[in-house]
Protein backbone atom coordinates (compact mmCIF):
# COMPACT_ATOMS: atom_id res chain seq x y z
CA UNK A 1 0.00 0.00 0.00
CA UNK A 2 1.34 3.59 -0.47
CA UNK A 3 2.72 3.24 -3.96
CA UNK A 4 0.97 4.64 -7.41
CA UNK A 5 0.46 2.77 -10.65
CA UNK A 6 1.45 5.38 -13.97
CA UNK A 7 -0.07 4.12 -17.26
CA UNK A 8 0.85 5.49 -20.65
CA UNK A 9 -2.16 6.34 -22.34
CA UNK A 10 -0.66 7.11 -25.81
CA UNK A 11 0.11 4.29 -28.55
CA UNK A 12 -0.89 1.73 -25.70
CA UNK A 13 -3.29 -0.96 -27.26
CA UNK A 14 -2.93 -2.94 -23.89
CA UNK A 15 -4.21 -0.11 -21.77
CA UNK A 16 -7.06 -0.96 -19.24
CA UNK A 17 -9.79 2.11 -19.18
CA UNK A 18 -10.82 2.96 -15.69
CA UNK A 19 -14.70 2.68 -15.50
CA UNK A 20 -14.44 6.19 -14.10
CA UNK A 21 -11.68 8.64 -13.85
CA UNK A 22 -11.29 12.02 -12.14
CA UNK A 23 -10.41 14.90 -14.98
CA UNK A 24 -7.09 17.28 -13.81
CA UNK A 25 -6.95 21.19 -15.00
CA UNK A 26 -4.57 20.84 -17.25
CA UNK A 27 -5.74 18.24 -19.63
CA UNK A 28 -8.71 20.45 -20.12
CA UNK A 29 -6.72 23.33 -20.67
CA UNK A 30 -4.73 21.58 -22.89
CA UNK A 31 -7.68 21.27 -25.55
CA UNK A 32 -8.69 25.15 -24.46
CA UNK A 33 -5.42 26.09 -25.98
CA UNK A 34 -4.63 23.57 -28.50
CA UNK A 35 -1.10 22.63 -27.02
CA UNK A 36 1.39 19.52 -27.61
CA UNK A 37 -1.10 16.70 -26.43
CA UNK A 38 -4.62 17.70 -27.11
CA UNK A 39 -4.99 15.11 -29.76
CA UNK A 40 -4.07 12.66 -26.97
CA UNK A 41 -6.70 14.12 -24.47
CA UNK A 42 -9.43 14.24 -26.59
CA UNK A 43 -8.91 11.00 -28.21
CA UNK A 44 -8.89 9.76 -24.00
CA UNK A 45 -12.12 11.19 -23.63
CA UNK A 46 -13.40 9.98 -26.87
CA UNK A 47 -12.97 6.40 -26.31
CA UNK A 48 -13.69 6.51 -22.94
CA UNK A 49 -17.32 7.93 -24.39
CA UNK A 50 -17.39 5.06 -26.75
CA UNK A 51 -16.86 2.52 -24.16
CA UNK A 52 -19.57 4.12 -21.57
CA UNK A 53 -16.66 5.36 -18.77
CA UNK A 54 -17.59 8.53 -16.94
CA UNK A 55 -14.99 11.23 -16.62
CA UNK A 56 -15.66 13.54 -13.50
CA UNK A 57 -14.31 17.30 -12.79
CA UNK A 58 -15.08 19.32 -9.57
CA UNK A 59 -15.65 22.67 -8.91
CA UNK A 60 -11.83 23.29 -8.33
CA UNK A 61 -10.97 22.86 -11.61
CA UNK A 62 -12.90 24.84 -12.97
CA UNK A 63 -11.84 27.07 -10.51
CA UNK A 64 -8.18 26.78 -11.82
CA UNK A 65 -9.16 26.74 -15.68
CA UNK A 66 -10.85 30.84 -14.66
CA UNK A 67 -7.16 31.26 -13.45
CA UNK A 68 -5.97 30.07 -16.24
CA UNK A 69 -7.61 32.17 -18.79
CA UNK A 70 -7.40 35.06 -17.10
CA UNK A 71 -3.76 34.61 -17.40
CA UNK A 72 -3.61 33.52 -20.83
CA UNK A 73 -6.02 36.02 -22.29
CA UNK A 74 -3.86 39.08 -20.50
CA UNK A 75 -0.24 37.48 -21.97
CA UNK A 76 -1.95 37.16 -25.21
CA UNK A 77 -3.42 41.16 -24.94
CA UNK A 78 0.06 42.11 -23.50
CA UNK A 79 1.78 40.69 -26.66
CA UNK A 80 -1.03 42.10 -28.88
CA UNK A 81 -0.24 45.26 -27.63
CA UNK A 82 3.48 45.66 -27.81
CA UNK A 83 3.55 46.21 -23.87
CA UNK A 84 7.30 45.81 -22.46
CA UNK A 85 7.41 44.71 -18.84
CA UNK A 86 9.84 46.27 -16.34
CA UNK A 87 12.18 43.87 -15.29
CA UNK A 88 13.12 45.79 -12.19
CA UNK A 89 9.52 44.57 -10.93
CA UNK A 90 9.69 41.43 -9.45
CA UNK A 91 6.18 40.79 -11.08
CA UNK A 92 5.20 38.39 -14.22
CA UNK A 93 4.32 40.04 -17.64
CA UNK A 94 0.83 39.57 -17.58
CA UNK A 95 0.60 41.13 -13.89
CA UNK A 96 2.60 44.24 -15.03
CA UNK A 97 0.40 44.76 -17.67
CA UNK A 98 -3.17 44.32 -15.41
CA UNK A 99 -1.99 46.90 -13.29
CA UNK A 100 -0.50 49.58 -15.46
CA UNK A 101 -3.56 49.37 -18.27
CA UNK A 102 -6.27 48.66 -15.90
CA UNK A 103 -7.71 46.49 -18.56
CA UNK A 104 -10.37 44.11 -18.07
CA UNK A 105 -10.34 40.92 -19.28
CA UNK A 106 -13.50 39.98 -17.46
CA UNK A 107 -15.93 39.55 -20.49
CA UNK A 108 -13.37 37.73 -22.51
CA UNK A 109 -12.66 35.05 -20.00
CA UNK A 110 -16.28 34.40 -18.91
CA UNK A 111 -17.50 33.73 -22.86
CA UNK A 112 -14.17 31.25 -23.20
CA UNK A 113 -15.40 29.96 -20.03
CA UNK A 114 -18.69 29.72 -21.43
CA UNK A 115 -17.33 27.18 -23.87
CA UNK A 116 -15.45 24.70 -20.96
CA UNK A 117 -18.04 24.85 -19.50
CA UNK A 118 -20.07 23.35 -22.69
CA UNK A 119 -17.04 21.57 -23.81
CA UNK A 120 -17.60 19.05 -20.35
CA UNK A 121 -21.62 19.21 -20.50
CA UNK A 122 -21.75 18.61 -24.07
CA UNK A 123 -21.20 14.71 -23.60
CA UNK A 124 -23.43 14.47 -20.13
CA UNK A 125 -23.50 10.33 -20.50
CA UNK A 126 -19.27 11.14 -20.22
CA UNK A 127 -18.39 14.12 -17.86
CA UNK A 128 -19.79 14.84 -14.43
CA UNK A 129 -19.02 17.48 -11.47
CA UNK A 130 -18.44 15.94 -8.51
CA UNK A 131 -19.76 18.02 -5.29
CA UNK A 132 -17.33 19.70 -3.04
CA UNK A 133 -16.26 16.92 0.33
CA UNK A 134 -17.73 18.72 3.77
CA UNK A 135 -15.04 21.95 4.42
CA UNK A 136 -13.32 19.66 7.23
CA UNK A 137 -13.04 16.48 5.30
CA UNK A 138 -11.78 17.95 2.25
CA UNK A 139 -8.84 20.04 4.82
CA UNK A 140 -7.83 16.57 6.39
CA UNK A 141 -7.80 14.56 2.99
CA UNK A 142 -5.96 17.27 1.72
CA UNK A 143 -3.40 17.77 4.49
CA UNK A 144 -2.85 13.63 4.17
CA UNK A 145 -1.64 13.89 0.09
CA UNK A 146 0.44 17.22 0.97
CA UNK A 147 2.32 14.89 3.42
CA UNK A 148 3.21 12.91 0.83
CA UNK A 149 5.14 15.83 -1.17
CA UNK A 150 2.20 16.83 -3.24
CA UNK A 151 1.43 20.40 -3.77
CA UNK A 152 -1.89 21.84 -2.09
CA UNK A 153 -3.62 22.52 -5.30
CA UNK A 154 -2.80 18.90 -6.79
CA UNK A 155 -3.48 17.19 -3.08
CA UNK A 156 -7.29 19.22 -3.51
CA UNK A 157 -7.89 17.22 -6.55
CA UNK A 158 -6.87 14.34 -5.16
CA UNK A 159 -8.99 14.78 -1.85
CA UNK A 160 -12.04 15.31 -3.84
CA UNK A 161 -11.76 12.20 -5.80
CA UNK A 162 -10.44 9.99 -2.40
CA UNK A 163 -13.34 11.50 -1.18
CA UNK A 164 -16.09 10.23 -3.70
CA UNK A 165 -14.10 6.78 -3.67
CA UNK A 166 -12.38 7.86 -6.94
CA UNK A 167 -8.31 6.19 -7.54
CA UNK A 168 -8.17 6.84 -11.06
CA UNK A 169 -7.16 10.51 -12.26
CA UNK A 170 -5.84 11.26 -15.72
CA UNK A 171 -3.40 14.44 -15.53
CA UNK A 172 -0.43 15.84 -17.44
CA UNK A 173 1.19 16.15 -14.47
CA UNK A 174 3.91 14.66 -13.13
CA UNK A 175 3.44 15.06 -9.34
CA UNK A 176 0.35 13.28 -9.17
CA UNK A 177 2.62 10.24 -9.81
CA UNK A 178 3.32 10.71 -5.58
CA UNK A 179 -0.69 10.09 -4.78
CA UNK A 180 -0.39 6.81 -3.12
CA UNK A 181 -2.74 3.89 -4.43
CA UNK A 182 -3.61 5.76 -7.02
CA UNK A 183 -4.04 5.06 -11.03
CA UNK A 184 -2.58 7.87 -12.83
CA UNK A 185 -2.75 8.14 -16.16
CA UNK A 186 -1.40 10.46 -18.82
CA UNK A 187 -0.17 10.78 -22.27
CA UNK A 188 3.03 13.26 -21.51
CA UNK A 189 6.61 12.25 -20.79
CA UNK A 190 6.06 13.66 -17.20
CA UNK A 191 3.71 11.13 -16.11
CA UNK A 192 4.49 8.22 -18.86
CA UNK A 193 8.33 8.29 -17.46
CA UNK A 194 6.85 6.78 -14.24
CA UNK A 195 4.97 3.86 -15.61
CA UNK A 196 4.56 0.90 -14.76
CA UNK A 197 3.71 -1.34 -17.28
CA UNK A 198 2.46 -4.65 -17.40
CA UNK A 199 0.77 -3.92 -13.14
CA UNK A 200 -3.17 -4.21 -13.13
CA UNK A 201 -4.97 -1.07 -11.77
CA UNK A 202 -5.14 -0.76 -7.83
CA UNK A 203 -8.41 -1.26 -6.55
CA UNK A 204 -9.55 1.93 -4.01
CA UNK A 205 -8.81 2.13 -0.67
CA UNK A 206 -10.41 3.70 1.84
CA UNK A 207 -7.68 4.52 3.77
CA UNK A 208 -5.01 7.18 2.78
CA UNK A 209 -1.38 5.95 3.79
Same mark, same amino acid.
Given at each position: ?????????????????????? #??????????????????????????? =???????????????? *?????????????????????????????????????????? =???????? #????????????????????????? =????? *???????????????????? *???????????? =????????????? #???????????????????
Amino acid at each position: MGQSYVFSTTNNPSLIYPDIAY #VDTNAVVEIIFNRTFQSQVTDFFMESA =KRNNILVYSDHVLDEI *IDCLQTEILKEEATANGFVPNKSLKMPLYKQYESSSGVNVGP =KVSSKFCE #VVDLLGAGSNVFYKLESPPAHILRF =KTDRY *IHHGISPKDAKHLAIAHYHK *INNIFTLDGGMT =KAPDFNVYGPNRS #VTKHSTSGNSPLAFSDVIP
